[in-house]
Each structure stands twice: as C-alpha cells, then as structure tokens.
C-alpha cells in the first residue's frame, strides 16, 4: 500500500479486527438481542448479549452478521469495549469513544456502516431493559411495515 | 450543437462536452463509471437550462405575459422532444414527473386504486428495481390483491415457463417489468410477456429509465401500456422524468397529485379535472429541468442512440473480458451483447463498500450496494455488488483504470 489515504483507512488493526472478529458468534438463549441492517449497502448485523447476575452488567456480548470491513471491524472493537459495562452505561456510550477507537476518518457513508454495531447494540439493550434508544430511532419499533 | 450524427461515436471528442472530467479526484484522472447511478451532464444540457433562467423564465400556462409565453412555449417544446423520443403518437401522452420512480407511483395510484382490487394480481419479476416493485407491493397490499414475482435466470431473464400458472390461478391486472435491468445491464426481450399481459386484460408499465439513455425506446413498438423514463440516467438534469400513457387510459384515470394547474374548475361541491397532461401535472413543474431535457434529448439524438448502443456494447465486452483477468472475481449477468454498458461483480468476499471506497481513493466511481435490487440480491445469495457502468463518454482506458484499482483491492485484503 503506497496511498497514504488508503492506508490510514484500512490501517492493520481495522484489517486485524475485520480478519479475526472479537466475540464472534451467536449465544443461545441470549438475555438480549437485536438485528440491525444498513439499508444503504445490506450490511447486517445481529448483536447477542448475557447479563451477569446482577441482571445489569453485560457478561458477554457477541454479534454475527456480513458486512464490509469497516462495519465488521467497529463492531468487534465494540464487543470489546462493552463487556463488563451495565446496559445503562452503553446505552449512553458516545459514538465519538467508538470513533476514537477506529482511529480514522470516516466519510458519511462509512460513518453509517461504522455505527451499525453500535445502534444494533443499543437497539438489544433498549428491547431488553428499556434503556434509551440511540438517537434518531425513537419510536424505531413502530416502523415496522409488515 | 457541438456533436453530429455518426454510426460509431467518438467517446473522447463528446467527453469535451462535459466540463465535469476536466478534474481529478484525489489526485487520479476521474474515471466515473456509476453512470447507471446518474449520468453526467454535457455543456449543451447546462446551457440550455442557464439560457432559460437567464432570458425566458416564468412561470408557465397562466402568465399572460411575453416570459410567460416563452416559458410555456419551452415547456411544451421539450415535451414534444421526449414525445419525439419515445416515438409517442401525441406529445399530449407525456406527463413531466420528477423521475421514473414518480412515473410508476402515478400509474400505481391513479390506476391500481381504481382498477385493483380482491382476487386481481399484479405481477413484476425479480429483476426490478425498488421503483418498479415497492409501489406495486404496496398498492396491491391496499387493495386486497395479489402481488407476484416472476424468478429470473442467471441472464437476468423472467422464466416464462411461471406464466400458465399464474394466468390458472389468477386474475392478471397488471405485468410491470424494466426494459433494461439497472444491475445485471440485461436488455429484455419484452414481446413475450407483453402480448401474454395482454391476452390476460392487463395493463403492461415498463420501466425504461436504464434503457433510455442506451438504446431507442418506442412506445408503439414495445406495445407498452405506461413507460416511465428519468431525465438525470440520460444526460438531462436531476428533478425531471417522463411518464408516457394510452391517451386512452390516462383520460380515464383519476390525477394523483391534486391542487393548482391539474383543474377545469374548483366550486365547493365539485371540481373537474384539466385536460392531458394538465390533470397529472399539480403545481409549478421543474420548468428549467423540462427544458434541460429537452436539450438532453436534442443531444442524444444528435450523438445517435444506435451509436450510444454499440459503443456500450463494446465496452461491457471489453470490460467483461478485462474484469475475468482479475483472480477472485465473480461476474454476474448475461453475455456482452445481450447487455448494456453495465457490469455488476464481487471481488472473493470483500465486501464491495471496502471495494468501492479503496477504489475511489485511485480515482474510480463504481457503486457498491443492492442497487435498489433487494429481491435479486437475494437470489445471487450475496447482500451486496459492485457495479460499474459505462456510457457515452466512457473511455477503455477507464475500464483498464478499474481493473488496476481491483489489483490494489486485493493487496489491501490479501
């Protein structure tokens, strides 16, 4: 790689984590879960999370799913940084600790697939515990078409 | 007019027509090839709709004043431009919209809600894009009828083999199918299905905004019922389209948009409706948008549609045959002659947004995503394509840009 641009973007720990995903997988009879799609490009991500026994703290947190580096990537750093943190303390994770931890600039585009881990998350936790949805997806559930 | 009609065009003498490519992107010449996207606009286009702000701009049909006139006179002008197009019998048929998303959304409402009803199917297939699907699904689901899928082939063809049952089981209202597929560039054959919608009683809506910037489309002799086109695929500006209709059948459609313009008279008991194509035209329409249409199709038409053809056919066969040289690569869509200058593929299971952006950065424009295809993303079992697509001011060496941008893919993700 000679394209400075190309290679902040695809830095090795972006590659890294979209290669070797952190807490890949499904947990069966998960205390929470959601799916969360990027209408843009059919990214898909479904996020699984246990509680421990205080019923607050996530335990363990795992996703499946298909999508492009980026979104893939963000979502594994996220499973690391949200186990052992209660479902309050997520729902109120500022995208911009996510952001940090990616480590490069986005275009509004990417943004989306970045947050995709994130807003699905927050979707899991808000179904399980009532905790506030992202912004923007108030009333999320209503949309429902079918 | 700078181009003259030539049976084979010369892509680097028109490219000067179009001040966009005088730039680079990220440091690298543009090659743009996301056409089927949008098109680009040549000077010609641009000029006409500055020309028209700057000297004849009103607002239309109800100024008596000298700008209104010119306005109206414009207006109407361009739609006898894309009537010419079309080949439609009566420059009355053609109702300006915004696009051919638009177009359909009309045909849905004013038609299916009068026309649809319990025990009635409406049959698209999967090939369509969201424009000519979405709204179907949707005004069927309203009116209690049913909504049906013809499946498709690996060519992009709709297995006609489905119809004898559907006409058993069902009462056909509608067959709503695209000319030119958006994602796999499969030119249909539309004969076939249109007599068969025909001899059911059904109304036939074809969606041609991907054919009409690449080949001629006649109204009469596709045998169409509605034909929806999108002025910003075929070199004219965003915020414009045309729908085409039967005479016939437009008159005996209720509008769907109402308010200003689309009357005859408005009293508190009762209001009639304006005679074609007032009555589906509600509203100040995107005059200056019409005029840059019109120029567009002056462009085309002086470029040659038979010309704009084989050139793309060159391409997709110089580009399909370039694209198989890259390892990992899957080709989607049928063989180069039976398709226009466009060519969807996914490179091993890189994600084709990863694909995309890594190839912009080396100055390429392709699309990467579902292509407003959900359903064929579905049967070619992947969430998402890259696609390019070519036009008339496509260049081989943009092509062979894009296939050194694939090598540099590969090395980010070996």
Redesign the interface.
């Known amino acids: 790689m000679s394209d400075p641009a190309l290679e902040s973007l695809y830095r090795e720990v972006i590659l890294d984590h979209y290669k070797n995903p952190r807490g890949h997988g499904v947990i069966e009879d998960a205390d929470a879960e959601a799916e969360g799609q990027n209408p843009l490009c059919g990214d898909e991500v479904s996020v699984y999370v246990a509680f421990g026994e205080d019923g607050e703290t996530i335990d363990d947190v795992k996703f499946s799913g298909r999508g492009c580096a980026i979104s893939q990537a963000a979502t594994s750093m996220l499973m690391e940084m949200t186990r052992g943190r209660t479902a309050q303390q997520v729902a109120e994770l500022d995208k911009e600790e996510l952001l940090a931890e990616i480590g490069v600039p986005l275009t509004p585009v990417r943004l989306k697939c970045a947050m995709l881990g994130l807003t699905t998350l927050k979707v899991a936790l808000h179904k399980a515990k009532g905790t506030p949805l992202p912004e923007g997806l108030a009333g999320f559930d209503d949309l429902e078409l079918t | 007019m700078a181009v003259t009609a030539h049976a084979k065009l010369d892509a680097r003498a028109l490219r000067r027509d179009f001040p966009i490519f005088e730039q680079e992107v990220?440091g690298k010449p543009l090659a743009y090839l996301d056409s089927a996207n949008s098109s680009q606009k040549p000077r010609q286009v641009l000029d006409a709709v500055d020309r028209f702000y700057e000297t004849s701009y009103a607002n239309v049909h109800r100024a008596g004043h000298l700008l209104g006139e010119r306005a109206t006179s414009a207006l109407e002008h361009a739609r006898v431009r894309v009537g010419e197009l079309l080949n439609a019998p009566d420059a009355r048929e053609v109702i300006f919209v915004r696009n051919a998303t638009e177009g359909i959304n009309l045909v849905a409402y004013s038609w299916g809600l009068n026309n649809l009803g319990p025990g009635d199917a409406v049959v698209v297939t999967e090939l369509e894009h969201h424009s000519n699907f979405v709204p179907w699904q949707y005004i069927a689901r309203r009116q209690g009828a049913e909504f049906l899928m013809l499946t498709i082939d690996e060519n992009g063809d709709p297995d006609l083999s489905e119809l004898e049952a559907v006409a058993r089981d069902h009462t056909v209202k509608v067959v709503a199918t695209n000319l030119v597929s958006n994602s796999l560039g499969t030119i249909h054959d539309l004969a076939p299905l249109v007599s068969w919608a025909h001899e059911q009683g059904a109304i036939f809506v074809c969606d041609a905004a991907q054919a009409a910037p690449h080949m001629k489309v006649d109204v009469r002799a596709i045998g169409a019922d509605f034909v929806a086109i999108s002025g910003h695929k075929m070199c004219g500006p965003s915020g414009i389209g045309a729908l085409w209709g039967r005479g016939e059948l437009l008159r005996a459609m209720e509008p769907f948009l109402l308010g200003g313009h689309m009357i005859n008279s408005v009293r508190v008991d009762k209001t009639t409706w304006g005679e074609l194509p007032h009555k589906f035209e509600a509203g100040t329409s995107p005059i200056a948008e019409a005029v840059g249409l019109g120029a567009a199709v002056d462009y085309l038409e002086a470029v040659g549609l038979d010309a704009i053809e084989a050139h793309e056919h060159e391409l997709a066969a110089y580009a399909l045959g370039r694209l198989a040289e890259v390892p990992g690569i899957t080709l989607y869509g049928p063989p180069a002659e039976r398709r226009a200058g466009v060519v969807s593929f996914n490179l091993g299971d890189?994600?084709?947004?990863?694909v995309a952006?890594?190839l912009d950065?080396?100055g390429v424009a392709i699309r990467?995503?579902?292509h407003c295809c959900?359903p064929l993303?579905q049967k070619l079992g992947v969430?998402?394509t890259n696609r390019a697509s070519f036009y008339l001011y496509t260049l081989p060496e943009e092509i062979d840009q894009l296939v050194d941008g694939l090598h540099?893919v590969r090395?980010?993700?070996a």
């Open positions: 990220h890189i994600h084709p947004h990863d952006q890594i950065l080396q990467a995503g579902h959900q993303m969430a998402a540099a090395k980010v993700f």
